[in-house]
């Protein structure tokens, strides 16, 4: 009997998402990528059929090893998946995936870890960095320590939706307890009043452009960025 992935008609879609959850990410990639048509791969069978629930195509499989052809979409996302990844060598491995299938471009975010260790300093945390579902805190540093391995030659790093002081309800006093989402005064412990003195965000993004081809403007397009780094001269930025 042919698995489900070797009866899958790749030729109907231009774009990939990893770790599809709710089919969420397969609408980021339609509306803002501007995406023709494109399909989710998850591991986990229920979030595979929630996907399929909201009308989108989806797979289940293990992206880290998913055996599609080389360059068979124009492009592929990886949003808010890799930290539920167990290692960085899981990681790693997803985003060497994603590029070798990928014609145009990847595109990769999830929320902020790199300020952890300056929160825990101050007695704050952000609310996703202690949740049981994030085994994998994948930082920047992470990730340039993966497109160095992958001789990425173009790519850019954003943080978006910066976050100023301890007063934002992303962060949380050290003793909240695990797996919270926003602070609220009525449900938390009482927080200090600081003022960054570093810029720290809700998410990073990076694309990893891979052809000239590509549609710069729509992988540029999101709100609220602020550029951290950056390599190759395929497009240049305008400041």
């Not at 994948?138 to 173009?154: G, P």
């Not at 009525?186 to 694309?207: A, G, M, P, T």
Request: proline share 3%.
């Amino acid at each position: 009997m042919k698995s489900q992935l070797e009866t899958f008609n790749l030729r109907r879609f231009d774009f990939c998402d990893f770790g599809c959850s709710n089919g969420s990410s397969i609408r980021f990639g339609m509306n803002v990528l501007k995406g023709r048509h494109g399909f989710g791969v998850d591991i986990d069978a229920k979030k595979v059929k929630a996907t399929q629930s909201k009308g989108y195509e989806a797979i289940q499989s293990n992206f880290c090893n998913l055996s599609l052809p080389d360059k068979c979409v124009k492009f592929t996302i990886l949003s808010h998946v890799l930290e539920h990844l167990p290692t960085l060598d899981k990681a790693e491995k997803a985003i060497q995936n994603a590029v070798r299938i990928s014609q145009d471009f990847v595109f990769i975010r999830g929320p902020y870890f790199d300020a952890d260790d300056y929160l825990k300093s101050l007695g704050l945390k952000f609310y996703w960095s202690d949740w049981s579902g994030h085994p994998l805190h994948f930082s920047i540093e992470h990730m340039l320590q993966c497109l160095e391995f992958l001789k990425i030659e173009n790519y850019e790093i954003y943080g978006r939706n910066l976050v100023e002081n301890s007063n934002h309800t992303v962060i949380h006093p050290i003793s909240s307890l695990k797996n919270q989402h926003h602070w609220n005064s009525e449900q938390h412990d009482r927080k200090q009043f600081l003022k960054f003195n570093r810029s720290i965000y809700q998410e990073f993004f990076c694309v990893i452009w891979l052809s000239d081809r590509a549609k710069v403007d729509y992988a540029r397009s999101l709100s609220n960025k602020f550029l951290i780094c950056k390599k190759g001269f395929l497009f240049p930025i305008l400041i």
